[in-house]
């Protein structure tokens, strides 16, 4: 099993700047890829940012540029640093992870992320 709890969510002005972190403890071992989704009121859940084990990213159209995501594997977490926030970037905010063998997911509970124009 794989525990995953996000932080860093809060109310920011649009243009501002916040950093999520994600810490995953359990099996910590088996944890290969990591990324960050979210979901607006109304909206399906899309992915925002990922990254391999071995470090490799890919961001969606809609972050790249203003986004980052990196992975600190000494310290079991991953970070997404969010730069020129807009009001549409408002949502909750997940971390997920898959492990191997099975590449079975799992989800932390969300981080609520308000950007005020």
């Known amino acids: 099993q794989v525990q995953l709890v996000e932080s860093g969510g809060g109310l920011v002005q649009a243009g501002g700047s916040l950093r999520l972190s994600c810490l995953a403890s359990?099996?910590?071992?088996?944890?290969?890829?990591m990324a960050w989704y979210r979901q607006a009121p109304g909206k399906q859940r899309e992915l925002v940012a990922a990254?391999?084990?071995?470090?490799?990213?890919n961001y969606a159209d809609s972050v790249k540029g203003r986004f980052t995501i990196s992975r600190d594997n000494a310290k079991n977490t991953v970070y997404l640093q969010m730069n020129s926030l807009k009001p549409e970037d408002t949502a909750v905010y997940y971390c997920?992870?898959?492990?191997?063998?099975?590449?079975?997911?799992?989800w932390g509970k969300g981080t609520l992320v308000t950007v005020s124009s």
């Open positions: 997920y992870a898959d492990r191997v063998p099975d590449y079975r997911a799992y």
């Open positions: 359990g099996s910590i071992f088996s944890i290969n890829a």
């Open positions: 990254i391999t084990s071995g470090g490799s990213t």
